[in-house]
T-cell receptor, first 114, second 113 residues
């Protein structure tokens, strides 16, 4: 068990380009969460999966954002037509419903849109 | 709606001094409460959590927090600060049955030699 893994660690992209991030949760965790953290702020919830089902989405998740977890294992977060306001740290976390309360976070992907 | 406030966006203490980071929540139902620490360019690491058992919770690295329902508070303390404690600290609330946390804005702790 290597914890929650996120790739890439850093991504610099030009405005208008599409980007995709990947999250590999802890293997026995069936719940997976995406959060966004802007500079100087606490993380804000984006979306949550239980297995492959996306059960909740924040209003922060605009139409340009899409998240998938096709086989209930890893997840991807795609941002289309990136804007400078999308620059942030994107954090993934996982948890097990019958396990310890609380999440295990990955190290995050820092996105910079130039 | 739940909210979490952390009084003081930046706290400075001398090495060896007491650390006190404040967290207050608003919820009609006692929630689960967490403290996370974040080092630069890293994800969040769980320090400790309150899940309706003992009100005084001990965590890693010598930190502890006390849940006070009457004050809706969950302040984080450490008796003696170490240089390695310098980081950003986040308080978070998880209302039982929901599936997402509400985080506070964070408090940056600086430890002076």
């Amino acid at each position: 068990d290597t914890g929650v893994s996120q790739n890439p660690r850093h991504k610099i992209t030009k405005r208008g380009q599409n980007v995709t991030f990947r999250c590999d949760p802890i293997s026995e965790h069936n719940r997976l969460y995406w959060y966004r953290q802007t500079l100087g702020q606490g993380p804000e919830f984006l979306t949550y999966f239980q297995n492959e089902a996306q059960l909740e989405k924040s209003r922060l998740l605009s139409d340009r954002f899409s998240a998938e977890r096709p086989k209930g294992s890893f997840s991807t977060l795609e941002i289309q037509r990136t804007e400078q306001g999308d620059s942030a740290m994107y954090l993934c976390a996982s948890s097990h419903p019958l396990g310890e309360v609380g999440y295990t976070f990955g190290s995050g992907t820092r996105l910079t849109v130039v | 709606a739940q909210s979490v406030t952390q009084l003081g966006s930046h706290v400075s203490v001398s090495e060896g001094a007491l650390v006190l980071l404040r967290c207050n929540y608003s919820s009609s139902v006692p929630p689960y409460l967490f403290w996370y620490v974040q080092y630069p360019n890293q994800g969040l690491q769980l320090l400790l959590k309150y899940t309706s058992a003992a009100t005084l919770v001990k965590g890693i690295n010598g930190f502890e927090a006390e849940f006070k329902k009457s004050e809706t508070s969950f302040h984080l303390t450490k008796p003696s600060a170490h240089m390695s404690d310098a980081a950003e600290y986040f308080c978070a609330v998880d209302l039982f049955g929901r599936q997402n946390f509400v985080f506070g804005p964070g408090t940056r702790l600086s430890v002076l030699p």
